[in-house]
């Protein structure tokens, strides 16, 4: 199985693989799985204190917070640009 990995901003990365979907935040279900994953203590915050533009739900039940937009991310996963590309 070939890992694919994913860069969601400021040098973050998580695994393309284990990605369920890529949302906005503004929606009340959205916040509402923020918050869940927030007292289950499966949120990973990667926004660097920036706004929050994408959520990433994972099969594992994490929640990741990231600054770049939903579309620029789901861009990066459909296109294959991983941490070995990202240089060129």
Same mark, same amino acid.
């Given at each position: 199985?070939?890992?694919? %990995? &994913?860069?969601?901003?400021? @040098?973050?990365?998580?695994?393309?693989?284990? $990605?369920?979907?890529?949302?906005?935040?503004?929606?009340?279900?959205?916040?509402?799985?923020?918050?869940?994953?927030?007292?289950?203590?499966? %949120? &990973?915050?990667?926004?660097? @204190?920036?706004?929050?533009?994408?959520?990433? $739900?994972?099969?594992?039940?994490?929640?990741?917070?990231?600054?770049?937009?939903?579309?620029?991310?789901?861009?990066?996963?459909?296109?294959?640009?991983?941490?070995?590309?990202?240089?060129?």
């Amino acid at each position: 199985m070939d890992i694919k %990995l &994913i860069n969601i901003g400021f @040098g973050n990365i998580v695994s393309g693989n284990r $990605v369920i979907a890529i949302v906005s935040p503004e929606s009340a279900p959205i916040k509402r799985i923020i918050s869940d994953a927030r007292e289950r203590a499966q %949120l &990973i915050d990667a926004t660097y @204190g920036r706004r929050t533009r994408a959520v990433i $739900v994972t099969d594992s039940g994490h929640v990741v917070l990231s600054a770049i937009q939903p579309e620029t991310v789901a861009h990066r996963f459909m296109s294959g640009k991983d941490i070995k590309n990202s240089d060129k």
